[in-house]
């Protein structure tokens, strides 16, 4: 088992088998972003660490995660090989001490410059729920749910860094029972409790990517809320689908854990009523469910703990359908899971299921209810995942908090 110099606690989620990347300033040099890797409750200069030791890397010393991510897997690889040893060796401690900062010190920015977003809907449990609250008495998934996975293409400009405020945003709305549409501020705003996928390697137009290369073109994974205004989402979406009810915010955790941390999370998916279509058949293939354990946390108070190893689709297949028709993927590429639900009633991962679209209002421990988010609402999103010898592996958090 490899261990660090470094004095943590033993059940930190944030060990040397984690080793998150993220973009982060300090006070000694506030107008300078540069690439961290966290370790406990400490930030590592990975630029300042590289040239400490006599390796010097233009892709560390970026102010962004785009160029590393672009380098391809086999430099992933080798960077996260080297940040090891830096970590582990108590050679290099002298050099390699200097480079750390406290988490408290530094400010996190968005970790990397984000291309195109997609947002899927790969929950069973979600789609069954809002089926059911959408179309009683019908059958609650629509007849493709099965066959492939659904999305949609979102807003790259709007992913913004945990902690960003999210202003509550304004649009058309009409209830079933106004007889025209009014416009102001969104009455019903929900939150999406979900995981996102960074893309680092990038593909031609024209070409697509198999299920058994999904390692090679994904970097990282990071915890995602993809807001979410009802009200204006229901009077807009017929036939064409989610705009603006979806675009105004979609925040994102800082920190982006590699692929290679979550060896030991990965597992099977949920069995498939269908057989699948060749291109998105993994019986033969490589597992890549998650079992991800999240936690949602509604004014500092958890109200639900939805699971990701539930998910009907995974992200293999996810990136497989994305690129099937020979769309391009490009470095800094997000693609988001959909709303991470489970069968239980605390496991669901948005308000319109947790209160069953306001008919069964959330009650607090302070006395106060809720059925969607009021103006100073903080939601957090957090999660862990199994890694190598009983340890776990920590996501950080995505926070937001509503502002008018």
């Known amino acids: ?34 690439i961290g890797v966290r370790i406990g409750d400490l930030v590592l200069d990975a630029g300042a660490a590289a040239r400490a ?3 010097p890397s233009v892709l560390l010393d970026a102010d962004s995660l785009n ?15 080297a940040l090891t040893g830096w970590l582990s060796d108590e050679a290099h401690r002298p050099e390699i001490g200097r480079c750390l900062h406290d988490l408290a010190e530094v400010e996190l920015h968005l970790p990397f410059e984000v291309a195109d977003y997609v947002d899927f809907y790969a929950s069973e449990h979600h789609a069954t729920n809002l089926g059911k609250i959408f179309r009683p008495g ?5 007849p493709n749910w099965k066959h492939l996975p659904i999305g949609y293409h979102g807003r790259a400009g709007t992913v913004v860094v945990s902690g960003t405020p999210v202003i509550r945003p304004h ?18 705003l929900d939150i999406e409790a979900e995981v996102g996928f960074v893309v680092g390697t990038p593909t031609a137009l024209g070409t697509r990517v198999e299920l058994a290369d999904f390692r090679e073109h994904v970097f990282g994974v990071l915890l995602l809320n993809d807001w ?32 290679d941390a979550l060896e030991q999370a990965r597992v099977a998916p949920p069995a498939r009523e269908f057989e699948l279509l060749p291109y998105l058949d993994d019986r033969a293939a490589e597992p890549w469910g998650l079992d991800l354990t999240m936690e949602v946390a509604l004014n500092g108070e958890t109200v639900s703990h939805p699971p990701f190893a539930s998910m009907y689709w995974t992200a293999a297949q996810q990136l497989a359908h994305m690129t099937v028709n020979g769309a391009s993927l490009r ?4 693609f988001a899971s959909g709303t991470v639900s489970g069968p239980e009633p605390a496991t669901r991962g ?14 607090l421990a302070d006395g106060t209810t809720r059925t969607f988010l009021e103006n100073g609402d903080e939601v957090t999103i957090t999660a862990t995942a199994p890694g190598p010898d009983g340890s776990r592996i920590g996501f950080g958090e995505v926070t937001g908090r509503i502002v008018p």
């Open 331 to 334: 470095t800094g590429d997000l």
């Open 138 to 142: 019908t059958e609650p998934l629509t």
């Open 67 to 81: 160029p590393l991510m672009a380098a391809g897997r086999p430099t992933w690889t080798a960077v996260r090989s």
């Open 171 to 188: 649009g058309q709305r009409k209830a079933p029972t106004d007889p025209l549409p009014s416009f102001g501020p969104c009455r019903r």
């Open 228 to 259: 979410s205004a009802r009200d204006i989402q229901a009077w807009e979406y017929v036939p064409l689908g989610p705009f603006l009810g979806k675009s105004f915010t979609t925040s994102v955790s800082p920190w982006v854990v590699p692929l």
């Open 53 to 55: 030791v006599g390796s």
């Open 1 to 34: 088992m490899t261990t660090t110099w470094l004095d943590l606690p033993a059940d930190s989620p944030y060990g040397i088998h984690n080793l998150p990347y993220g973009v982060f300033t300090a006070p000694d040099q506030p107008g300078r972003r540069r």
């Open 350 to 363: 948005a308000l319109i299921e947790l209160t069953w679209n306001g008919e069964q209002p959330l009650k």
